[in-house]
Each structure stands twice: as C-alpha cells, then as structure tokens.
C-alpha cells in the first residue's frame, strides 16, 4: 500500500464513521443557528453596525464558530482510535505517519464542509427570504467563502490532531480542548467589531488565528473588514503550514 492509497483509506473511513452520526449533523447545524437567532436577536436591538443588522455581521463568526468547533473536536477520535486499538493497527501498515496525518486530515475537513456548506445554504435562504436583513449573498460569495472556511477547516482540524496525539483519555482531551477553543472563539471578533477595543485586547485579538479567518468572511460577505482580505489569507495560510507541520511531528513522536 503506497501512502496515497492510505491517505484514501483514511479519508473514506472518516467519511464513512460521519455519515453514520446523524444526531452529530443535526446538532451541529442546530446549535450554529440557534447562536444566529437567540444571541443575534437579544443584542440586535441594542448593538448598531453600520452598514448591517447585527445578525448579518455575526454570520461570518457563525461560520467561524461552525468551523472550530467541529475542526478542534474532531481530534477526540484519535484518542478513542488509541483506546479501541485501531490506531495501532493504522500505524504498523506500510504507510507514512504523514500520510496517516494526512488522511485524518482530509476525513476531518470533510465532515467541517459538510456541515458548514449547510450552513451557508441557511443563509443564502434566511437573507433572500429577508430574516436577516443585510445579509445578500450570491454565488461567488458562497464560493469564496467555502475556499476561506476550506483553509480555516485544515488548519484547525490538523491543531485537534496534534492535541489528540497527546491525550490519554477523551476527558483530557475535552479539558484540554475547551481552554483552546473558547479563547479562539471569543478572541476572535465574531461577535464584535475588532476596532475600537481596549489597549489589552487589541493584541490578542491579532494574535488569534480566527480573526483573519473571520475578517475574510466579512469581506466577502458583507463587503466591509478590518484588514486586506489578501493579508488575512496569507496570515491564515501560515498558519495553516505551521499546524500542519507541528502536526507531522506530533505523528511520528506519538506513543500508542
């Protein structure tokens, strides 16, 4: 078995374990909407943005949200491929570590797009349909942003993995998890503008990944963001390199 073939393999069994979950893409649309509706109506009335109800400007964080929610837990499945021995099995066949990397990654940015490509349909239908008012998107936006989400998937889905292959037990990893993924998320401006933020904040709202991520789907959905949407991508992209090579370490070091 070459390593593409086990790239392949390791993709369609990832493919195959979500396509079986269906309470797991039920509620990860549910719960993005919810967001949408119950935290974007409660502060709508009070929160103005110029140029968009508030509900539109939180859509890209929704999306962002979406993303490294399901990206960041999807590494628990390493920690229960550990405990059922299957990683063991994986790792004994005659391909590459990387190529298993690989291929966990590929599976993992498959179920994120399917779920987040959902969403996407959502707002398409809420924003022609007029429930949320400044939201217009079209074709090409959509097409942008599923490029954008695509990247923001890979790159958080590889940080999962590299927190999975040091994890003994899912408890540690959901621990471990959480205080990664909630500083992300609310550091990250997909609730607020990113301007005008205390002197302390401001720094850590740059040094968070997700804020490129998210400015870059505000550009291309609303038409307004903060930086260059070519700035964001590259940010995002190096970060995407960097994860994806801590990664591959993070395989050939693990311990089964």
């Not at 890209?60 to 960041?72: D, K, N, R, T, Y």
């Not at 004994?92 to 990387?98: E, K, L, N």
């Not at 590259?234 to 693990?254: E, N, P, S």
């Amino acid at each position: 078995m070459n390593d593409l073939n086990g790239i392949l393999a390791i993709w369609y069994r990832e493919a195959k374990v979500f396509s079986r979950e269906k309470s797991r893409i039920v509620a990860s649309i549910v719960t993005p909407v919810l967001w949408l509706f119950v935290f974007g109506a409660g502060l709508g009335g009070r929160v103005t943005i110029p140029g968009a109800s508030y509900q539109a400007f939180i859509y890209p964080g929704i999306l962002g949200q979406a993303v490294l929610f399901s990206s960041i837990f999807f590494g628990v499945y390493i920690v229960w491929d550990r405990k059922i021995d299957f990683l063991k099995e994986v790792l004994v066949a005659p391909v590459s570590r990387t190529a298993i990397f690989v291929g966990k990654i590929l599976g993992g940015a498959t179920d994120s797009l399917i779920q987040v490509s959902i969403l996407l349909l959502v707002g398409l239908v809420l924003g022609r349909t007029g429930v949320i008012p400044g939201l217009h998107l079209s074709a090409l936006s959509l097409f942008l942003s599923l490029l954008i989400l695509s990247l923001t998937t890979v790159a958080f889905v590889s940080l999962g993995l590299i927190i999975g292959s040091m994890m003994e037990s899912p408890e540690g990893f959901q621990l471990i998890s959480s205080f990664v993924v909630f500083p992300i998320f609310f550091l990250s401006g997909a609730l607020f503008p990113i301007n005008g933020l205390p002197a302390w904040l401001t720094p850590l709202t740059f040094l968070d990944p997700l804020t490129y991520a998210i400015d870059a789907l505000r550009h291309v959905v609303l038409g307004a963001s903060q930086f260059h949407v070519a700035f964001d991508v590259g940010i995002l992209g190096a970060f995407t390199a960097l994860v994806i090579y801590a990664g591959t370490l993070a395989f050939d070091r693990m311990k089964v």
